[in-house]
């Protein structure tokens, strides 16, 4: 690790981060209501980032036009009138064609390097260094990377000694440091820079009140789900006080009211997720909060704690209502356990969400039929579904790898023109047929009358009302255009 010197060495330095807007890919998100309706999320990474720069004295302009809804052109202004010395994005895999775009586009007119970081930076640095609009890639955490990159750029070092980062030499050959990836601790990370960014417009379509946010207090995972990556990156927790601590700030700082905890799992260690509510309820931090997590992580002693601190809803991954997909997908949790914890969790007087997945290997009409009973039988508040889709790194693309016989995620980084339906593996179910049982589920879910009365009761403020009216509206409208999953199941 190199030393950066003073520890405002980036005073006179500007960064320019920016956050284009994203459609949700079709094969994660499939109905258009949800892709339209679901809301409006702060660019966490980016607002870590920002924090990192100031923490060394930079001057940081974070533009989120994913929120504001600023075009391409607007952002090039607002760039050019900021006239930055560094730009920086953070890259999704389905989303990194059209980000480039706009990294060529703000480039062309804002001729500064370019700084990369995020999932697909850290999966294919190779492959995303061959556009050349961008020059750098961090592969891990940015605390400590990204002032030892800045460092060395600004005194003309070599970059051989910075670790976690993918760069050209002046050969143009991509060198990849594959060192010192990742901090230990989460709890130096400076506080995510929110005062950059206009916090009243975020929102999620079930968030209850205003301000609103979202926030991390962990990075990796700790289990093995075969459809999610996570688990590459090790595992870290913030302490509760640290978690509590950016609560606060929230709530102090940016009169913000409700937090959606946004950690793959929250309550990975019982004792952390007991001592955040006690910290909470000490504080007397009046904030309504929920998190994702499992039902085998949560128990009768957690939900009182929780409830007497605030949380409002739980996200649960539930994935299946067949034992033998959650076996094949590695979640391994007990069905009958899941029922046990979403009726105690509604018994506790928290809302439940549930996440459940079609078309994994070994699915049937006869899984599907479990997965649709559990879905029905719960006492869930609201669900998501995905059908299946194949991220980089993770189990079922390596699977899907051997029969396409192909890293079509690598080469769809280096070729824009790439294009490839993938084939849906270990299922006889096709791509089409997924969608339509997705949407039929959906339709099964949430145009019960039960669960209609019940959320018009459960209905907060007047802009909760106007979002949900447009999202029934926008899913009835699209029902009725696409009535196929009537045919099929
Ligand atoms: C919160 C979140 C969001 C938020 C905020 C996005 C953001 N990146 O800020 C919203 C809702 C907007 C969002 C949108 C999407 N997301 Co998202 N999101 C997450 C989530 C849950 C947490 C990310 C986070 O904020 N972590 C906290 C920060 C502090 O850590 P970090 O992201 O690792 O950032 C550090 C480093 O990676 C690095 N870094 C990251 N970016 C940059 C940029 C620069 C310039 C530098 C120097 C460093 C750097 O420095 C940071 C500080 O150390 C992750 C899952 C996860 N657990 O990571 C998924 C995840 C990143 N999202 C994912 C996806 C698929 C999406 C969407 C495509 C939506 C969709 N489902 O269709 C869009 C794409 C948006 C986009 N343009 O990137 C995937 C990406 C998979 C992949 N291979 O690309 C993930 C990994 C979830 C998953 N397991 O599938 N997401």
Request: charge should be neutral.
């Amino acid at each position: 690790m190199i030393a950066v010197g003073k520890d405002n060495f980036m005073q006179g330095i500007k960064f320019c981060l920016v956050f284009p807007p994203y459609k949700e890919s079709e094969d994660i998100f499939f109905l258009k209501t949800a892709r339209n309706n679901l809301g409006k999320i702060p660019p966490l990474s980016l607002l870590a980032v920002a924090a990192i720069l100031e923490k060394y004295g930079a001057e940081v302009k974070l533009i989120d036009a994913n929120a504001s809804g600023l075009s391409v052109d607007e952002v090039i202004q607002t760039a050019v009138e900021f006239s930055p010395d560094f730009l920086g994005f953070t890259l999704s895999t389905y989303q990194f064609h059209f980000t480039l775009e706009w990294i060529r586009k703000l480039r062309s007119k804002v001729d500064v390097p370019v700084i990369v970081g995020g999932p697909h930076a850290r999966i294919y640095p190779r492959e995303v260094l061959t556009h050349e609009c961008i020059d750098y890639c961090v592969m891990g955490d940015a605390e400590d990377i990204l002032p030892q990159l800045t460092y060395s750029l600004v005194e003309k070092k070599s970059l051989t000694e910075v670790g976690g980062i993918a760069y050209k030499n002046n050969e143009g050959d991509v060198k990849s440091n594959d060192f010192s990836l990742y901090i230990d601790s989460l709890d130096g990370a400076p506080f995510p820079s929110r005062h950059l960014s206009d916090n009243s417009l975020y929102y999620s379509l079930i968030s209850k009140y205003k301000n609103f946010t979202a926030m991390t207090s962990s990075r990796g995972c700790v289990f093995q789900c075969t459809f999610c990556d996570n688990h590459c990156i090790p595992y870290r927790a913030m302490s509760p006080k640290r978690v509590v601590d950016e609560m606060e700030i929230c709530k102090k700082d940016f009169a913000i009211n409700e937090i959606d905890m946004f950690d793959g799992v929250f309550s990975v260690n019982k004792k952390r997720l007991l001592e955040v509510s006690d910290q909470i309820v000490k504080r007397k931090l009046k904030i309504y909060w929920s998190f994702r997590t499992r039902a085998d992580l949560i128990d009768k002693e957690t939900l009182t704690a929780l409830k007497s601190a605030g949380c409002i809803r739980i996200y649960y991954g539930i994935e299946s209502g067949s034992a033998k997909i959650l076996k094949n997908i590695k979640k391994n949790v007990e069905i009958e356990n899941i029922k046990y914890i979403l009726k105690l969790t509604k018994g506790a007087g928290i809302d439940t969400f549930g996440y459940f997945m079609v078309g994994n290997y070994g699915e049937t009409y006869e899984t599907i039929s479990e997965t649709m009973d559990l879905m029905l039988s719960l006492p869930l508040d609201y669900i998501q579904i995905a059908p299946i889709f194949y991220p980089p790194n993770t189990e079922v693309y390596s699977d899907l790898m051997k029969v396409i016989k192909r890293d079509y995620w690598k080469d769809y980084t280096v070729d824009s023109e790439l294009e490839m339906e993938f084939p849906i593996i270990g299922t006889d179910f096709n791509k089409s047929q997924i969608h339509s049982i997705v949407r039929k589920m959906y339709l099964r879910f949430y145009l019960r009358p039960k669960f209609i009365i019940k959320f018009i009761f459960s209905l907060k403020s007047f802009s909760q009302l106007a979002r949900s009216v447009k999202a029934v509206f926008d899913m009835v409208r699209e029902s009725v255009i696409d009535n196929s999953a009537n045919k099929e199941f």
